[in-house]
Structure formats: structure tokens, C-alpha cells
């Protein structure tokens, strides 16, 4: 992760990398997760949904600087935000 975030950061590229790992995530700095999205796929939905971390609500982000984000990923928090924000814009 270090070498990734060096070479965007002292680099002219851009890098998109997909994981499932919360280790990888627990690495990665304020500025990497902050340009990170979260991409998911509601059970009712055919297709996927992309939603950037600085999109989040407040709240959530109030959260993410907080708590430790591979936790969060472990304890499924990211789906009960998805869902949470879903239910909101049907209300």
C-alpha cells in the first residue's frame, strides 16, 4: 500500500485496485481512503452502485475518521450504511 500511495503521490498515473481485505484497507492513509469508493450491489438490483467515501453522509464520515475502517468493513458496517441510505431515499 505504501508503494502504491508513493507512486500517485510522486507520480502522473492513477491507480484503481479492488480488494477485500480488510489488512489492505487498515494501510491505506486519510488521503487514500478519502479518494476511495465503495462499490456494491443492493440483493434487490441487478448492477453494482459506486459511492465515493467523501459522498458519505456526515455522520458516517465522522465515523470513518474515528474508527478503525477495517473493523468497520469486518463487522459489515459498510452494508448497514448502503442499506441505511437506501431505506432513506425511499422514505
Known sequence: MELLEQRVKHGDIQVIATTHSPQLLRMASP???QAASLVYRLSEADNAQVLR????PDE????LETQDVAHLYESGWFEDLVNFMTSEKTK
Open 31 to 33: 488521503e487514500t481512503r
Open 60 to 63: 458516517a464520515t465522522k465515523i
Open 53 to 56: 467515501f467523501q459522498d458519505f
